[in-house]
């Protein structure tokens, strides 16, 4: 029997390996060290296409036969050539750093000499209360309920979406956010004027996993190894996601088919759309209403580690950013431009204003400081006329 030469796919892991020794291949080693710290698949995917695009630009080239110069001769390229943004420069860096790091296990002793883009400080997108009750209005169905959810609680829009019905607590009118960015739970609270819309768009995904049941199907992702500790937990109810995708389809790492929960691009068109309809001219996303819910709340009077607590920030510096949007830093600062000419009461607005420009630089002798004729100037230096 003859030894396969090519590439072997292993069934439980999907990860090839070569025929001949045996070991991953490169990028399937990236995916290895990311599942095993617990990296997000988007992390996965995001890190595995960074790496194979460095190999690329450098004509295949082994990473381990480079160093410092050529990651800064790639990341120059990316700024220079390809003029992306500081962001996406930082990623593709954070994504080099990774492989050397915690795959090829190869030191990098001139890390200061490598190229790291500064970030701007940017402002982010605020809409008005009316200008957040024209866009959900423009919207309708799932994404209108989701886009409420996430100006109402705060929630991103993939937290939203990967919620399951466990976590929507109507008894204490909260939500329980599992597993959000660095693996951190909180709470937010659950809109009063949504828990009829919200039982109402659960009844109806109970028929649809009761259908998914009787097809022989039913059951969802579930995090870590819970699958193992429980094998029938991924049917049960308390574990469905409370926003399903309309199709069941495959999942990306172990290829079972099941339902997941909705794509985020269906949200995101609906906002997309809406905010088209209404005819703002601010790049609005489903991210705005996250920044609109923390910067209404301040508004409102609520301090800082209250909000810091809601969003899910880890350092209040990051909520503090929402104190420049509204330009103040205790109470909102007021345009002189308003006072002088805006805030002036109209009774009171012709006897405020300044009398016209004389046409000489000097303003006219007034009559009661006119000479009669034959009448001599006493010049008297007791008194200063300060006006003139």
Known sequence: MVAPTGPVKSETTLIEVDADTRAPRLLDRVRLAIRARHYSLRTEEAYVAWVRRFVLFHGKRHPGEMGEPEINAFLTD?????????????QALASVLFLYRHVLEKPLPGLAAIVRAKRPGRLPVVLSRAQVRSVIGRMRGTP???????????????????LRVKDVEYAENRIVVRDAKGHR???????????AALASSLSRVKGIHRKDLAEGFGGVFLPDALARKY?????DWGWQWVFPAEHRSRDPRTQVERRHH???????????????????????????FRHSFAT???????????????LGHKDVKTTMIYTHVLNRAGVGVRSPAD????????AFEDSRQLPPPPNS???QIPPSHQLEAGQEFEEDLGEVDDDY
Do not use: F
């Open 78 to 90: 990316l700024a220079v050539r390809a003029g992306v943004s500081a962001s996406t420069q930082n």
């Open 144 to 162: 209108r309920l989701v886009a409420m959810l996430l100006y109402g609680s705060g929630m991103r829009l993939l937290e939203c979406l990967r």
């Open 185 to 195: 739970d909180r709470v937010v609270p659950l809109p009063i004027v949504l828990r």
């Open 231 to 235: 094998p029938s937990a991924d049917r």
């Open 262 to 288: 909705l794509h985020e691009t269906v949200v995101q068109r609906a906002v997309k759309q809406a905010v088209r309809d209404v005819g703002l001219s601010r790049a609005a996303s489903c991210h705005t």
């Open 296 to 310: 209404h709340l301040i508004q409102d009077g609520y301090d800082i580690r209250t909000v810091q607590e809601l």
């Open 339 to 346: 006072v002088l000419w805006r805030a002036i009461p109209a």
């Open 361 to 363: 630089l000097r303003p």
